[in-house]
């Protein structure tokens, strides 16, 4: 009976409620960019995990970080910290990786005392566009993070994929220009409430419109300006550990993105691994219950493990 008390109070323990707090790491003009920071109760200084929600870096917000993810990074005893940055096309590029920066630089400075972080171990997890800043963060971060998780992420913002037509999108209804700018605007924001920011990311993609809409910069007039944006041709021996995962059917991030960032770690003899998932596709981490994404999330808490322990 005592065991079985025991065991009823740990469970509850694990399945309480995680401790979140919203704070505003940083201010431009009058957009206030905000992180939620979720802790599992108790006290102690714990490591922490950085995470980029995706959407193209046109849509989506902090709120969108999977729950049963985020209990599982809780019970293994890490502080999970979700960032907003500001969007595009009404902010390009640069300044979105600007806000990860500061993100990053904010969470070092404030995060011991405002949640007790611990400044020297933390990784940064990012899904699709989430995936691209976490492989960004690889070297545009300082000091660097001590483990990257990427899924469905992509190392090339100027390849074909993205610069041109996309034949999935394509047999889509065609979105016109005017319809697909309706749904943005001029207003800097840092938070797709509304989620109606869609048809601006369709339209990008059926007129092979991404790179220069987000970047400013046209591809194939102004290659070498995609130097500093590509992740892929910024992989040194100083890039960090990294985990990629991604599904073979994938019809959103090509999965030969992250077959070649495999391939460039590899060259450059960085630490990495490479979860490929047979017959699925873009966000396949949805179905935490289907074994084959149980296992592969297993990795990815043991890649941490490995790379964050004290």
């Known amino acids: 009976m005592k065991a079985l008390c025991v065991l009823l109070l740990t469970s509850t323990f694990l399945s309480a409620q995680p401790l979140k707090q919203t704070y505003t790491y940083k201010v431009t003009g009058d957009c206030k960019i905000q992180a939620d920071a979720y802790r599992a109760p108790g006290n102690g200084v714990r490591p922490v995990i950085l995470w980029i929600h995706g959407g193209a ?3 989506g917000n902090r709120s969108g970080i999977n729950s049963i993810q985020l209990q599982k990074y809780l019970d293994a005893g890490y502080t999970v910290v979700s960032i907003d940055y500001r969007l595009a096309p009404e ?3 640069k300044a979105i990786i600007e806000d990860l920066q500061d993100a990053h630089r904010w969470l070092r400075e404030k995060g ?3 949640f007790q972080a611990d400044p ?3 990784a940064v997890i990012g899904h699709s566009a989430g995936g691209y ?3 960004m963060a690889g070297f545009c971060l300082n000091p660097r993070p001590q483990a990257l998780v990427a899924f469905y992420g992509y190392g090339d913002i100027a390849g074909k994929w993205y610069s041109g ?4 999108y394509s047999r889509q209804p065609a979105v016109s220009k005017e319809a697909a700018y309706q749904s943005v605007g001029s207003h800097v924001i840092a938070e797709d409430a509304a989620g109606n920011r869609g048809p601006f990311y369709l339209y990008c993609r059926q007129q092979g419109l991404w790179p220069k809409e987000v970047t400013g910069h046209d591809p194939d007039r102004e290659p070498r300006a995609f130097d500093a944006f590509c992740p892929i041709r910024n992989v040194t021996r100083d890039y960090p550990p990294a985990l990629l995962l991604h599904g073979d059917k994938d019809t959103d991030v090509p999965y030969e993105q992250s077959v070649l960032m495999s391939r460039e770690l590899e060259r ?4 990495h691994e490479f979860v490929s998932m047979p017959n ?3 966000g396949f981490d949805r179905e935490m219950q289907a074994p084959e994404v149980a296992a592969a999330f297993d990795r990815v808490m043991a890649f941490l493990k490995k790379y964050l322990a004290e």
Do not use: A, N, S
């Not at 037509?165 to 999935?168: I, L, Q, S, Y």
């Not at 450059?268 to 630490?271: G, L, S």
């Open 165 to 168: 037509p996309d034949p999935f």
């Open 57 to 59: 870096l046109i849509m």
């Open 120 to 122: 020297h171990r933390i």
């Open 268 to 271: 450059h003899r960085t630490p």
């Open 91 to 93: 902010t390009k590029l």
């Open 112 to 114: 011991p005392q405002l």
């Open 280 to 282: 699925r596709g873009h």
């Open 133 to 135: 800043l976490t492989l």
